[in-house]
């Protein structure tokens, strides 16, 4: 894992890993701009294409949290899209995944950590959010709150292993094979970059239902 520093800001140091993270999310922003400035009421085909994904991943959400599905949409369907770009920027040569990262995994997870309290904390209220880590008995307490942090940490883990691993196994085996077999290793990069986006922001919304939901069975119970 490279962790180059490019240049400092006062006492923080400014990695390649950081710098690429940049990078892609004023990437999106830009893209973002360019394919909604036009809307029409007869899209054409970036038109098309943009609802058809925003429309796949509304509907990808709302099997999830239907009630709520549309509040937290913004914020998963960013994460999703995120991560499809860092975790295919890899293929292109001289640049690496900054999902590989450590640093940049354990960024993302405790994004998703402080916006699983947001969103519930704003859906339920304080009080009654808060009242679900004592349910059904305040012994379960600390078993709740180790709960939440290694989710936290199993998901930083999770989506850095498996691409640290899976660049470093297509570095090894271009080595080994040249570019005797290009092509499947590339197949490979994709659609495991897709699988682990795919993974990690369905437990994010997995996480954000649950924190949600557990709310609205307590007020039944109530």
Do not use: C
Not at 35 to 43: E, G, K, Q, S
Not at 167 to 173: G, K, P, Q, R, W
Request: glycine letters at 6%; a negative charge; charged letters at 10%.
């Amino acid at each position: 894992m490279e962790n180059e520093f490019i240049f400092t800001l006062g006492p923080l140091a400014v990695s390649l890993s950081i710098l690429t993270t940049w990078g892609i999310m004023l990437f999106i922003a830009v893209l973002s701009w360019l394919a909604t400035r036009h809307l029409d009421m007869m899209p054409g085909p970036l038109q098309a294409t943009v609802e058809g994904i925003v429309s796949a991943l509304e509907e990808a959400i709302l099997a999830v949290e239907p009630v709520h599905g549309r509040q937290i949409m913004p914020f998963i369907a960013t994460l999703w899209l995120f991560l499809i770009v860092a975790n295919l920027l890899g293929l292109i040569p001289g640049l690496h995944s900054p999902t590989r990262d450590l640093s940049i995994t354990s960024a993302l997870a405790v994004l998703v950590f402080f916006s699983v309290h947001w969103f519930g904390i704003k859906t339920q209220g304080l009080k009654k959010y808060l009242h679900h880590y004592l349910m059904p008995s305040p012994i379960l307490l600390p078993f709740h709150i180790i709960s939440e942090l290694t989710r936290t940490l199993a998901l930083a883990v999770r989506l850095f292993g498996n691409i640290m691993s899976l660049e470093t196994a297509a570095m090894l085996v271009l080595l080994v094979a040249g570019f005797l077999a290009p092509v499947p290793i590339l197949m490979l990069h994709i659609i495991e970059a897709l699988v682990q986006a795919y993974i990690f922001g369905m437990l994010a919304l997995i996480y954000l239902a649950g924190a949600i939901q557990s709310q609205q069975l307590n007020n039944q119970q109530e």
